[in-house]
């Protein structure tokens, strides 16, 4: 059974920092690429990080230098460290990975920055 444990969200006052992580588990095939979504209050579902197989990394646009995605290929997890947060970062983020030809998502976690 697939399991994506996602933990480090939370509430933190604008300009903090928090530090998200997702471990992932009873996955069969071979891990794409390992990622993070968020969804904010009224919006659909976006992109924030993305890390692939070989190390390779994207970033939305409103969170470049202020975010950074890892991984530990060994162990299957992914980090988000989240500096500089602003109060439009407030969403539910979640963990993706990305394994051909599946899809998992982990169940979110809330984010909360007060201004």
């Known amino acids: 059974q697939v399991q994506l444990v996602e933990s480090g969200g939370g509430l933190v006052q604008a300009g903090g920092s928090l530090r998200l992580s997702c471990a992932a588990s009873g996955i069969r095939f071979s891990i794409n690429a390992m990622g993070w979504y968020r969804q904010p209050p009224g919006k659909q579902r976006e992109l924030v990080a993305r890390i692939t197989n070989g190390g390779s990394t994207n970033y939305a646009d409103s969170v470049k230098g202020r975010f950074t995605i890892s991984r530990d290929n060994a162990k299957n997890t992914v980090d988000l460290q989240m500096n500089s947060l602003k109060p439009e970062d407030t969403a539910v983020y979640y963990c993706?990975?990305?394994?051909?030809?599946?899809?998992?998502w982990g169940q979110g976690t809330q984010v909360t920055v007060s201004s």
């Open positions: 993706n990975v990305a394994s051909y030809p599946y899809n998992y």
